[in-house]
């Protein structure tokens, strides 16, 4: 079981895990143990609420596939187990992360205030430069 928030859970049966090899250095260990996960995750098929399978299918995310299949690779760590877990965290992370919504902007304006005083500043740094200049004798 794998818990998203309070109100939502994923069955284990859901989540497709396969071992495979990892790539990269690790010596002789690497070409015989397989330790790296390979997790794919139906999102038409899962049993999320709507509202998280069209954010999640809207996402513009390389780990999400056209057929809006969620793929993770996990093979940071020695062990199968620990991959297992990163993978999974890092599912959980990209479905709570589909479910934030964003505060839209209001755009604001200077107030009238700040605008004075900028151009009061402005002002005196221009006579600060003046002065700086040649003296005519």
């Known amino acids: 079981m794998l818990i998203?928030?309070?109100r939502i859970q994923l069955s284990d049966d859901e989540i497709?895990?396969?071992a495979i090899r990892a790539q990269g250095a690790g010596g002789q260990?690497?070409?015989?143990?397989s330790s790296a996960i390979h997790?794919?995750?139906n999102i038409h098929a899962s049993s999320l609420p709507e509202f998280y399978k069209t954010r999640l299918l809207e996402m513009r995310d390389r780990r999400i596939t056209r057929d809006?299949?969620?793929v993770i690779k996990a093979q940071q760590h020695r062990t199968r187990e620990k991959n297992l877990t990163a993978a999974r965290e890092r599912?959980?992370?990209l479905i709570r992360?589909?479910?934030v919504v964003q505060k839209s902007r209001r755009p604001t304006k200077p107030s009238r205030s700040s605008k004075a005083r900028?151009?009061?500043?402005?002002?005196?740094?221009?006579?600060?430069k003046t002065l700086r200049g040649k003296i005519d004798h």
Request: charge should be positive; proline fraction near 0%; avoid cysteine.
């Open 16 to 18: 497709d895990i396969q």
């Open 97 to 99: 992360e589909a479910g």
């Open 29 to 33: 260990n690497v070409n015989k143990v």
């Open 39 to 41: 997790l794919r995750f």
């Open 118 to 128: 900028r151009t009061d500043k402005k002002t005196q740094r221009g006579k600060i």
């Open 91 to 93: 599912l959980v992370e």
């Open 4 to 6: 998203i928030s309070s």
């Open 68 to 70: 809006g299949v969620i």
